[in-house]
């Protein structure tokens, strides 16, 4: 699913070119690539630019899902216009006049309204012209290359690179141990993606073109359906500070031991970020944490924590302002309570850390975010070819020692590693680690999708076989879902997921009268829903087979990701629909599809 979470890769204008692919080249794309080729080629606006930008508008490709393009035109496109500031800048453009060009051109194709456009550039062009001005060999195939994910951008570069995972392989799991029944237990509270709005204002306009609405600067709406709601909104609307603590009161109505937060506190206002808001914004939602919670809570950086929005700095960027340093120190300040120094000093690193909560169990938390395409231009660019941040190295490192000391591991991050804006050469290098040590991992916790998701990770050698788990969800924002959390049961002595209940509510009717007390109700516990046996691989792996045949299975999973929400149920979920779902739950390295394509299959021939 496609969420807000793309566009807000965009860097500068020319991401912002979304994924659905048509065979068909659009009306005006000849005219409007010929035209910029022209503009590369004479080294100024050819006259009839504008004309040929009117003629083939993105038509605010910010805000909405669909995209005409394929990725072949997609990679041009992005190309062209990334080559024409590249060239500007080499023929001496200051920052002031290259923002002015991106500006022209984000709104002569009206990627986005006037405000948006020239926010995102606004924040955007240091860190661009950073990178220009340090490459003497960039070019707009590289860079799109890296944003667009589509391997048509760049073939010369494949920004390879590959890091030593400790020898040995994993052994099976002790399956002695069958009878879960009987065995001690303790609860883990998830959630994730608060996006916090404090200018969040009910009854603004929600549908208001922008990537984020119901501010208190947009018009207001004209009817109920337009309307922000009280508690938040399906559509274009970041969560209100009532909404954050509503939820995180309910949550404590049970018991569990640890709370993980899996990342983003900033809400999506990201033309308009600061440091400072950012900075109150991030520390507001970690005081209401240190408020409802008594027990450690172990949060997640997301992508949306820096300014600008995903763009975390290099090692290398000396420059004060564009580093992004100020997050980890602010975090590493901010979490402390729930740290120790060992843990401080890797997130003044690179945001990531690692705590044993309690003897043979230990939480690793990770920035997967700068791994992720765009955000990570200025180092991927400058400093290709090996692990960043030596984050990779360390997950093995830290892994080998709990294997030794027995002791059993669960990984949480921001983005999964098969998301489309997890680099794949990362999600493939992340992937040899999980496979290396499967046996210490017991489960891998994250969000940013804002779906509840579940994703198999399954062996090298014997590729059938299902090793490990990702959970993803308990998004509390209501992003076309409605609000939710869940709580794992957890076994006390393999640290195995043994169940888990998600909890939500019905926001349509929560809206209509605010002065109600909310009706949370748990919509489902895996075990009882799916009829498995347990939450091992192994078992979810074979659910995954009952689904390709047993198309309710799906149907559920597809009304569960959303939470049921009254949105998603109008939209329903047709045969394409449920094969990416399907798709979805085995891809853990962006780009590979051997495990969606089996199941692809599988599905076909059961409908015959
Ligand atoms: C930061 O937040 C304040 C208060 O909402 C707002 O007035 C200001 O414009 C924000 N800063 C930026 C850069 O958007
Ligand atoms: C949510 O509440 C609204 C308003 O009462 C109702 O129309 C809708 O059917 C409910 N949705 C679900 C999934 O029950
Ligand atoms: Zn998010
Ligand atoms: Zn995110």
Known sequence: MLSKSKWIGCFLFCTCVLTTSSAEVPNGFHLATKTLTDYLTIGVRPPDLDYALGQFPLPNVLVTKKSVLDSSQKCHLCTLLTDVLIMNRRLGFSDVQLASEASYLCNAMKMANERVCDGMIKNNVDIFTYIIDNNEDMSGSRICRLILRENECDSTDNYEWTIEVPAGKTVDKDKTKTNTASTTTFNILHISDIHYDPRYTAGKLNRCGEPTCCQDDNPDGTDDSTRCGYWSDYIGADLPFHTMQETLKQTTTHEFDYVYYTGDFVSHRVWSTSVENNTRDITAVTEQFRNYYNVPVYPVLGNHEPHPVNLWSSEGVEDGSLS????????????????????????????????????????????????????????????????????????????????????????????????????????????????????????????????????????????????????????????????????????????????????????????????????????????????????????????????????????????????????????????????????????????????????????DENKQ
């Open 324 to 603: 992004t340093q100020w997050v980890f120190e602010l975090v590493a300040e901010q979490w402390g309570g729930w740290l120790n120094e060992d843990a401080k000093q890797t997130i003044l690193k690179g945001g990531y850390y690692t705590i044993s909560p309690t003897k043979g169990f230990r939480v690793i938390v990770l920035n997967s975010n700068k791994e992720s395409s765009s955000l990570q231009l200025t180092r991927w660019l400058i400093n290709r070819n090996k692990d960043p941040y030596g984050q990779l190295t360390w997950l093995g490192s830290v892994l080998l020692q709990a294997e030794k000391a027995e002791e059993k591991v669960h990984v949480l991050m921001h983005i999964p590693s098969g998301d489309i804006e997890c680099f794949d050469t990362w999600g493939r290098e992340y992937r040899r680690i999980i496979r290396r040590f499967a046996n210490t991992i017991t489960g891998q916790f994250a969000g940013h999708t804002h779906r509840d998701e579940l994703v198999v990770y399954y062996d090298d050698e014997e590729p059938s076989k299902a090793i490990s788990m990702t959970w993803n969800g308990a998004c509390v924002m209501s992003d076309h879902a409605n609000p939710s959390y869940k709580v794992f049961q957890v076994d006390a002595d393999t640290f195995d997921v043994v169940d888990y209940e998600e909890w939500t509510f019905n926001l349509t009717l929560a809206n209509l009268d605010p002065t109600k007390d909310i009706e949370w109700y748990k919509l489902y516990s895996f075990k009882e829903a799916y009829g498995v046996e347990s939450l091992q691989p192994g078992d979810v792996d074979k659910l995954l087979t009952r689904m390709t045949k047993d198309h309710s299975l799906i149907q559920k999973y597809y009304v569960y990701k959303f939470r049921n929400s009254d949105i998603a149920l109008a939209e329903g979920c047709d045969e394409t629909c449920e094969k990416n779902l399907l798709c979805d739950m085995v891809t853990t390295m962006y780009g590979d599809t051997e495990h969606c394509d089996i199941l692809k299959q599988l599905y």
